[in-house]
């Protein structure tokens, strides 16, 4: 079964840096899309940060843009999302997605075939 690890969350104080990683496996050749989301709590879930990975063609929101980086390394099916200069608001649970079918037309993010179980963010002011 395909399946998505997302590591590297904890706690920073606003301004701090985190580095997240998201391993994936289960599945032959590459995914078309890999992507970061975030929840908070009663926030509907957004999508963060988006990679196609023939490409290389990314998105952030423009919430992050700037302070955010996402990066890919093929070999090792492995997304990270590198974020700088962490506030508040980026508190939440973060989650990791995949789509492994290429479709023709494009979306910002992914849209989500497969999700991993998430990683706490957790910035102090």
């Known amino acids: 079964q395909v399946q998505l690890v997302e590591s590297g969350g904890g706690s920073v104080q606003t301004g701090g840096s985190l580095r997240l990683s998201c391993a994936t496996s289960g599945y032959s050749g590459n995914a078309n899309c890999l992507g970061w989301f975030r929840q908070a709590p009663g926030k509907e879930r957004e999508g963060v940060a988006s990679?196609?990975?023939?490409?290389?063609?990314?998105f952030y929101a423009a919430s992050v843009k700037g302070r955010f980086t996402i990066s890919q390394d093929k070999a090792k099916r492995t997304v990270y999302l590198q974020m700088n200069d962490l506030k508040s608001e980026d508190t939440a649970m973060y989650y990791c997605?995949?789509?492994?079918?290429?479709?023709?037309?494009?979306?910002?993010?992914?849209?989500?075939?497969?999700w991993g179980q998430g990683t706490q963010v957790t910035v102090s002011s």
């Open positions: 997605a995949a789509d492994l079918i290429y479709y023709t037309d494009l979306v910002a993010f992914c849209r989500g075939e497969e």
């Open positions: 990679i196609y990975t023939r490409g290389g063609y990314t």
